[in-house]
């Protein structure tokens, strides 16, 4: 198994999860730049390398650079690299950029689909990991490193992987807004956000078994209108709310008699 | 510990669940009634008890008559039994609905926040149960049925359960819904469901430890237009889900700017 030289710029959430996973399978983390000395240093401590604020500063001899930067900085951020470096094998982790945001000649895209959260670590196995590289050899490379980590590797073009982002936007971050709607109704009784945990694992849970159009229930699959009337009702003091809670509940209903 | 002698109204999945958590309890469910006699049989089959499919032949003399059924028949049923057996101790399981539409002077709700499916028992412990009655006795009885099978019981109004009930459909059905979209948006790119799996699992358990105020990512709370944008755009072909993603990011930015 080759094992690769690898710089990070960038990080953040995804960077401090993805470095210590691809340490951890045996590569060289040579180097963290950050434009903040705060977290590329708290980061380098981590992988025992080096770092630096300086992009003028990024070594030359690596094998493999991470971009893992917020999508508006990575244009910008990989093109002054590479006037500065030449060419090298540019790799993002951007669910939704296309691999075309690299200059180099050899570029990649290894995007780890799942929500970071700096101080909690994930299982990196099963996290599913969507690559794609401008040639054969800069595949190989992605996907031994994706391989090295994570037993869900899959081949995706950056048409698809948009795709693929935008259904993660809705499962995870509409989700999580929901999970906070429901902290906010709740705080109106004095009832602790906690109360709904079991709710929302099981709700988690049961698509593992059972897909999702299959495993609808409440009010609006039931066409329970004396529930759904009451429930807007209930909303009209949050009129974005109560309109979310129609569009939601008209969509259930439609698709359920498509 | 008091034992109670318990007749189901219902066959449906919550009783399907309540029922025999109630019987492992220690308690004894004498009947149980559905109109549909293939789900009364099979409930009963597990209770090691009788069934009926006729209102008249349901028994008089159990303490407790638990009300599984849907909204909709709900004050009808309880009507309708009330005039046959008399005056006995009617509970309601149902979020959304008061317990004013139990018609005996005796009632009472015990309501089971969870999503139930038929054949996949869960873990009623964990289960928050809510619970009111009209009673102090009466409410002595629920609480220690309660109690008997869940760790964390709560004493609710009708009117604070509504809310409690929306707080659910925002964080159930309507996140289960969203589960669904994404389904349909990884058909297009050939991707099995699955793949979203460890990010919908993630995201649940995010918010054990971090508030879902707190714990909210991707473009909407970073403002990323160009994500936005280019999301909008590729959902023209579903313009329910482009609505959806408009009103839904518009509130995350709102409410993070609060």
Same mark, same amino acid.
């Given at each position: 198994?080759?094992?690769?030289?690898?710089?990070?710029?960038g990080a953040g959430r995804l960077a401090s999860n993805?470095?210590?996973?691809?340490?951890?399978?045996?590569?060289?983390?040579?180097?963290?730049?950050s =434009?903040?000395?705060?977290s590329?240093?708290?980061l380098?401590?981590?992988?025992?390398?080096?770092?630096?604020?300086?992009?003028?500063?990024?070594?030359?001899?690596?094998?493999?650079?991470?971009?893992s930067v917020s999508?508006?900085?990575?244009?910008?951020?990989?093109?002054?690299?590479?006037?500065?470096?030449?060419?090298?094998?540019?790799?993002?982790?951007?669910?939704?950029?296309?691999?075309?945001?690299?200059?180099?000649?050899?570029?990649?895209?290894?995007?780890?689909?799942?929500?970071f959260?700096k &101080?909690?670590?994930?299982?990196?196995? =099963?996290?599913?990991?969507?690559? %794609?590289?401008?040639?054969?050899?800069?595949?190989?490379?992605?996907?031994?490193?994706?391989?090295?980590?994570?037993?869900?590797?899959?081949?995706?073009?950056?048409?698809? =992987?948009?795709?693929?982002?935008?259904?993660?936007?809705?499962?995870?971050?509409?989700?999580?807004?929901?999970?906070?709607?429901?902290?906010?109704?709740?705080?109106?009784?004095?009832?602790?956000? &906690?109360?709904?945990?079991?709710?929302?694992?099981?709700?988690?849970?049961?698509?593992?078994?059972?897909?999702?159009? %299959?495993?609808?229930?409440?009010?609006?699959? =039931?066409? &329970?209108?004396?529930?759904?009337?009451?429930?807007?009702?209930?909303?009209?003091?949050?009129? %974005?709310? %109560?309109?979310?809670?129609?569009?939601?509940?008209?969509?259930?209903?439609?698709?359920?008699?498509?």
């Amino acid at each position: 198994m080759k094992k690769y030289k690898i710089v990070f710029i960038g990080a953040g959430r995804l960077a401090s999860n993805l470095a210590p996973a691809l340490l951890n399978a045996g590569h060289s983390i040579v180097q963290v730049y950050s =434009r903040t000395a705060g977290s590329a240093s708290l980061l380098a401590d981590k992988l025992h390398c080096g770092y630096t604020t300086s992009l003028t500063e990024v070594v030359d001899d690596a094998d493999v650079y991470f971009f893992s930067v917020s999508d508006s900085a990575l244009a910008e951020l990989a093109k002054s690299l590479h006037s500065l470096i030449g060419e090298k094998l540019f790799v993002h982790t951007a669910g939704s950029m296309n691999i075309d945001v690299l200059p180099t000649g050899h570029r990649a895209v290894f995007y780890p689909m799942q929500t970071f959260v700096k &101080d909690k670590r994930v299982d990196f196995k =099963r996290i599913p990991c969507f690559i %794609e590289a401008s040639t054969d050899n800069d595949l190989s490379v992605v996907n031994s490193l994706a391989n090295d980590i994570s037993e869900k590797v899959y081949k995706l073009s950056s048409q698809q =992987r948009q795709y693929l982002h935008l259904s993660a936007v809705f499962t995870c971050n509409f989700v999580n807004h929901f999970y906070a709607i429901g902290e906010k109704l709740l705080e109106k009784i004095g009832l602790p956000f &906690d109360v709904l945990l079991p709710l929302i694992d099981e709700s988690a849970e049961k698509v593992h078994t059972i897909s999702p159009f %299959e495993g609808q229930t409440g009010p609006a699959i =039931r066409k &329970d209108m004396n529930v759904i009337n009451k429930q807007l009702q209930m909303l009209k003091e949050y009129p %974005e709310w %109560e309109s979310l809670y129609q569009m939601i509940t008209n969509d259930i209903i439609n698709i359920h008699n498509k």
